[in-house]
């Protein structure tokens, strides 16, 4: 079965603070990896795909990375207005049938950038 | 309209009323979800139309019942809900055959059941 752990659960940084999140998985064979930034009560927007090891992707003060176990956001100089829930996911390893658009999300991070 | 929309976005109803939730997505996708998302948990997959086809979520309870009458419109009709089922809905849409299908989420109807 796929498994994402995401930590740490919460993040508390001051504004230019840099840090990095860090998302954890376990998946017979990984085909992709989302990033998604969540505001309170809406819907995930999408940030980053990445598809294997070594690949990064950046976008503003966020950049993603992935290793065969992990991917990492790290977050430069952030703002206040970065502060959301950062959630990462794996779709399944077979794409068919019953298996298909069955993400596993970790439980996100929650970030909260102070002034 | 751009991306995913959902209708309503909030929605109070008491455990003996029907209603139903609308989401459309205007990025010519092909593949279309429901999500339950509650307070302190993972996001949870209810309901996949893939090609238009459901994807049975067999532990969805029978009081939540889906409709996708083409690849753009998606429906989740409700009846005698229970207050557990108060969380916020989501509906994403994604592009099959994609190289990991990227799934592209609406503004979340959030739900109170009374």
Same mark, same amino acid.
């Given at each position: 079965?796929?498994?994402?752990?995401?930590?740490?659960?919460?993040?508390?940084l001051?504004?230019?603070?840099?840090?990095?999140?860090?998302?954890?998985?376990?998946?017979?064979?990984?085909?992709?990896?989302?990033?998604?930034?969540?505001?309170?009560?809406?819907?995930?927007?999408?940030?980053?795909?990445?598809?294997?090891?070594?690949?990064?992707?950046?976008?503003?003060?966020?950049?993603?990375?992935?290793?065969?176990?992990?991917?990492?956001?790290?977050?430069?100089?952030?703002?206040?207005?970065?502060?959301a829930?950062?959630?990462?996911?794996?779709?399944?390893?077979?794409?068919?049938?019953?298996?298909?658009?069955?993400?596993?999300?970790?439980?996100?991070t929650?970030?909260?950038?102070?002034? | 309209?751009?991306?995913?929309?959902?209708?309503?976005?909030?929605?109070? &109803?008491? &455990?003996?009323?029907?209603?139903?939730l609308?989401?459309?997505?205007?990025?010519?996708?092909?593949? &279309?979800?429901?999500?339950? *998302?509650?307070?302190?948990?993972?996001?949870?997959?209810?309901?996949?139309?893939?090609?238009?086809?459901?994807?049975?979520?067999?532990?969805?309870?029978?009081?939540?019942?889906?409709?996708?009458?083409?690849?753009?419109?998606?429906?989740?009709?409700?009846?005698?809900?229970?207050?557990?089922?108060s969380?916020?809905?989501?509906?994403?849409?994604s592009?099959?055959?994609?190289?990991?299908?990227? *799934?592209?989420?609406?503004?979340?109807?959030?739900?109170?059941?009374?």
């Amino acid at each position: 079965e796929d498994q994402v752990t995401q930590s740490p659960e919460a993040l508390r940084l001051q504004e230019g603070e840099s840090s990095s999140l860090n998302c954890s998985y376990t998946v017979s064979g990984l085909r992709g990896l989302f990033w998604y930034r969540q505001d309170p009560g809406k819907g995930p927007e999408f940030l980053f795909t990445l598809y294997s090891a070594g690949e990064e992707k950046e976008k503003e003060r966020l950049k993603a990375t992935l290793t065969k176990k992990e991917s990492f956001l790290h977050i430069t100089a952030p703002k206040p207005e970065d502060s959301a829930t950062y959630l990462c996911a794996v779709p399944p390893t077979n794409a068919g049938g019953t298996s298909y658009g069955k993400l596993t999300f970790g439980q996100g991070t929650i970030l909260t950038v102070h002034p | 309209e751009t991306g995913v929309t959902q209708t309503p976005r909030h929605l109070v &109803m008491g &455990m003996t009323n029907k209603k139903s939730l609308k989401c459309e997505q205007h990025l010519g996708h092909n593949a &279309m979800y429901w999500y339950k *998302q509650s307070a302190k948990k993972p996001l949870e997959l209810m309901f996949v139309y893939s090609l238009e086809e459901r994807v049975e979520n067999n532990s969805v309870p029978s009081r939540f019942s889906p409709e996708c009458p083409n690849s753009s419109h998606l429906f989740l009709h409700l009846h005698t809900l229970q207050p557990e089922d108060s969380a916020l809905y989501l509906c994403a849409s994604s592009q099959v055959g994609g190289l990991a299908d990227t *799934q592209y989420f609406g503004p979340g109807t959030r739900l109170t059941v009374l």
